[in-house]
């Protein structure tokens, strides 16, 4: 019930601050559980890309924000569940896939945190651990203009137009390189940017995964 009350009153603020334009979204996986894998620019990202699929999602969260005990009864009701930052959190690890056995949508963001101007993009390797496990399709999504509605380090909502881009569905097999799938998932997330966005360096950190 939480989860859908949050969602109304993001729509409406959504309409107010953010008006937004999707594309690609006929391409979501219909029937089975898949990633959504974008681009982090913004704390209202997970929100934005809520709104952009039309479909209840689970959010990989960073720990932190489960400190707050108001703040972590309010996640856990929009499925969000915590990982740790800076390290390998397998029961993270295995409960997204426990949701994508199970036909969730899970977001992931494969920089594990947001982005800054013209800076190299660190990947995280989680996202080939979790493509390459799970064999479920991992959707590149791009989000265009959250970052001017809601400022990395500010709290005040400025209206500024967003858009969200759908890539086609990719898919992985167990025994491919985590470090490469990572890539191969940035590049195509940054692929649907706008062309002064595509120029931006990548570059893979590693995950301490144990294959």
Known sequence: MIYYIAY??????SKIFSPLTVFG????PQGEGFVIASNHVSNLDPFILGLASRRRLSYVTKDTLFRNKVL??????????????????????????RRLKKGRAVVLFPE?????????????EGIGFIAAKSAAAVVP????????????GTKT?????????????????????????????MERIFSLAPTETQTETQEVQSFPVNR
């Open 157 to 185: 909502l400025r209206r500024s137009p967003v858009t969200v881009i759908f890539g086609q569905p990719l898919r992985f097999t167990e025994g491919e390189s985590y470090t490469e799938i990572a890539s191969q998932v």
């Open 72 to 97: 972590r009864f309010f996640l856990y009701r929009v499925d969000a569940f915590p990982i740790k930052r800076g390290e390998s959190d397998f029961r993270a690890m295995r409960e997204t896939l």
């Open 112 to 124: 594990g945190t947001r982005q800054k101007g013209d800076v190299a993009r660190k990947v995280q």
């Open 25 to 28: 979204r006929e391409g979501l």
């Open 8 to 13: 109304f009153f993001l729509k409406i603020s």
């Open 141 to 152: 999504a791009y989000i265009e203009g959250s970052q001017r509605v809601l400022a990395p």
